[in-house]
T-cell receptor
Framework: QKEVEQNSGPLSVPEGAIASLNCTYSDRVSQSFFWYRQYSGKSPELIMSIYSNGDKEDGRFTAQLNKASQYVSLLIRDSQPSDSATYLCAVERYSGNTGKLIFGQGTTLQVKP | DADVTQTPRNRITKTGKRIMLECSQTKGHDRMYWYRQDPGLGLRLIYYSFDVKDINKGEISDGYSVSRQAQAKFSLSLESAIPNQTALYFC??????????????FGEGSRLTVL
């Protein structure tokens, strides 16, 4: 089992729909979770971080965390063609006092006009 | 200019050659990282450095070495390149203020092809 797992997709949604991206992780003690967006041929950029169970909203983006189920998701409301990208889930794994990010393989999202 | 600059952006080399990828940053961050990205495998950590005197192996350090020449410069070397090191390499920086990673700021990537 991979430490951080995502469905590689592609996930295709029509413009204006809600896109739901999912991520599961194996380390029960993980406390910090991140979503990065990567456009084709570009570098990743952080769009959301979440540390507590529940929802965190930022504009059209909502991150959801359920530590009991070891599950983190990203919802994109009113999806736009400009949201078409690969979304990388990252989970912080600690060794002693030092954290390192472990990335999933990414989910490719296609938003069709 | 980009805050995190990688050179070269593209490189084609042959098996057995020594290759150096360079990274420089103007963000003033102490922490620097080298990741590699392969299709279907996401980003994997090769090495990371918390300051000039603190360098640590990541998940996949075999076949790689690094040098932190200054706070702003972190180089990745492949002493004897092999084809399965063909990948997209990213340098990143962060300044979390605690033991965690914080937000990573990535360079534009260096695409390496080993023939």
């Amino acid at each position: 089992q991979k430490e951080v797992e995502q469905n590689s997709g592609p996930l295709s949604v029509p413009e204006g729909a809600i896109a739901s991206l999912n991520c599961t992780y194996s380390d029960r003690v993980s406390q910090s979770f991140f979503w990065y967006r990567q456009y084709s041929g570009k570098s990743p950029e952080l769009i959301m971080s979440i540390y507590s169970n529940g929802d965190k909203e930022d504009g059209r983006f909502t991150a959801q965390l359920n530590k009991a189920s070891q599950y983190v998701s990203l919802l994109i409301r009113d999806s736009q063609p400009s949201d078409s990208a690969t979304y990388l889930c990252a989970v912080e794994r600690y060794s002693g006092n030092t954290g390192k990010l472990i990335f999933g393989q990414g989910t490719t999202l296609q938003v069709k006009p | 200019d980009a805050d995190v600059t990688q050179t070269p952006r593209n490189r084609i080399t042959k098996t057995g050659k020594r290759i150096m990828l360079e990274c420089s940053q103007t963000k003033g961050h102490d922490r620097m990282y080298w990741y590699r990205q392969d299709p279907g495998l996401g980003l994997r950590l090769i090495y990371y450095s918390f300051d000039v005197k603190d360098i640590n192996k990541g998940e996949i350090s075999d076949g790689y070495s690094v040098s932190r020449q200054a706070q702003a410069k972190f180089s990745l070397s492949l002493e004897s390149a092999i084809p399965n090191q063909t990948a997209l390499y990213f340098c990143a920086t962060s300044d979390p203020g605690d033991g965690g990673t914080g937000e990573l700021f990535f360079g534009e990537g260096s695409r390496l092809t080993v023939l």
